[in-house]
């Protein structure tokens, strides 16, 4: 069965600094995807990030990273210079191809002061 | 383009009545799906669809049932809330998956409390 765990409830940083954020998953299968969302306090889910368990490199995008590393299956997803509206709750969610599930960690509340 | 659109975004029930909630999306997607968010915990899978007219039981599916007429659409029903069912619930939509990147996009929500 697959599952998500995020082991950091809340963090605070400070503006303009890097953030990593956790998270490990569990799963059997060896054909997966893991994504990373938004939620800031507005409420909506907003897409962030993708990796496939094969893909060779770790995925970017803007100011987003995700570093993966298969063997340990920890997928933290990397905020560099980190600004005022990267306050929100942030999830990571997994999916083995051919399960239609996408299972969700309980998420990571990032607050960054000024 | 307005994307994932859910209908009403707030509601408050009685223990015992019913009501459904709509989703509608204007990008073409096959898969739709509801989920529910409770506090400290992730969402979770309530029922989804990979197609008009088919649906299938997710994690959570206990007291609700769905129904996808129509391609665009997504009906989400309470036959007899429970105050359990109090939450935030997003519908989501996403391109075929199969074995593939695809993400899901998610609407506003709607925020449930039954009394």
């Known amino acids: 069965a697959q599952k998500i765990t995020q082991t950091q409830p809340g963090m605070f940083v400070q503006e303009k600094e890097a953030v990593t954020l956790d998270c490990t998953y569990d799963t059997s299968d060896p054909s997966y995807g893991l994504f990373w969302y938004k939620q800031p306090s507005s409420g909506e889910m907003i897409f962030l990030i993708y990796?496939?368990?094969?893909?060779?490199q770790n995925a970017t995008e803007g100011r987003y990273s995700l570093n993966f590393q298969k063997a340990r299956k920890s997928a933290n997803l990397v905020i560099s210079a980190s600004q005022l509206g990267d306050s929100a709750m942030y999830f990571c969610a997994m999916r083995e191809f051919g399960n239609e599930k996408l299972t969700f960690g309980t998420g990571t509340r990032l607050t960054i002061i000024p | 383009n307005a994307g994932v659109t859910q209908t009403p975004k707030f509601r408050v029930l009685k223990t015992g009545q019913s009501m459904t909630l709509l989703c509608a999306q204007d990008m073409n997607h096959e898969y739709m799906y509801w989920y529910r968010q409770d506090p400290g915990m992730g969402l979770r899978l309530i029922h989804y669809?990979?197609?008009?007219?088919?649906?299938a039981k997710g994690e959570v599916p206990d007291g609700y049932n769905v129904s996808r007429l129509k391609k665009q659409n997504f009906l989400l029903g309470l036959e007899s809330a429970a105050p359990s069912q109090t939450s935030v619930y997003f519908c989501a939509s996403s391109r075929w998956t199969g074995e593939s990147s695809y993400e899901q996009y998610f609407g506003p929500g709607t925020r449930l409390t039954v009394t």
């Open positions: 990796q496939g368990s094969y893909d060779q």
């Open positions: 669809s990979v197609g008009e007219g088919t649906t």
